[in-house]
């Protein structure tokens, strides 16, 4: 469902026609070409980290990228660029990181990297949506706990050109920013609830009484 603001008609969108494979179901108006297809590791760079946990710095200059949805800090970086992380275990097609600039990461992280002919955000969101029910082909199980590089490498991508890409990921990024801005705001009405709850009930003086007696022998 699209709301008011992300409507197919506001974002100048239609439907994929039948006859055409290896396309969206829904894409801007005027581009009309079929995606190509590779593999990730034909169309990037990628490797896994040098540093662990012991190496973070609370106050570190930079930030450390490790099996987690936090980012830690550190006092060195490895890479200086655009690029995606990704854990190599733990929770694995549920954490994805994109940088652009200064970074370190952990050894058990994959960066992805150096793109040839794609824009590293349109990969990112390709991940994002796809990257899951890939890892889980190459699993023996219903989760996925660890991850292999050839396995990464092997992922299959549909890319259009690159204007089409740059379309895409500016109009996932809006989104992405309206998401973040109500985020924002449902922290501040949770905060403002908490604030209000407080004074509107009275404290339980009676069972403060009690525990202050048991506490001094009374």
Known sequence: MF????????????????????????????YNAEWKLQKLGDISSIT??????KDNDP??????????KNIE????????GEAILIPGDGK???????????????QRVYKISDFKNVEGKFIYYYLQKNFLHHALKHSLKATVDSLRLPVIKEM???????????RIVS???????KISL?????????????IVLQQLYPENISEVKVKYFKINGM
């Open 92 to 106: 694995i097609g549920k954490i994805f990181h994109y940088v652009n600039g200064k970074f370190d990461y952990h």
């Open 182 to 194: 109500m985020e924002q705001k449902y922290d501040v009405i949770k905060k403002s609830k908490k």
């Open 156 to 166: 299959k991508i549909y890319f259009p050109t690159l204007d089409e890409q740059k």
């Open 171 to 177: 109009l996932l990024s809006k989104i992405d920013t």
């Open 73 to 80: 800090h550190i006092n060195s970086y490895s890479y200086d």
């Open 48 to 53: 896994t980290g040098s540093k662990n946990l």
């Open 3 to 30: 709301s008011k603001n992300f409507s197919k008609k506001n974002i100048n969108l239609k439907e994929k026609p039948k006859y055409l494979k290896n396309i969206p179901s829904l894409r801007f108006k005027e």
């Open 59 to 68: 106050n570190g200059k930079y930030p450390f990228y490790i099996r987690s």
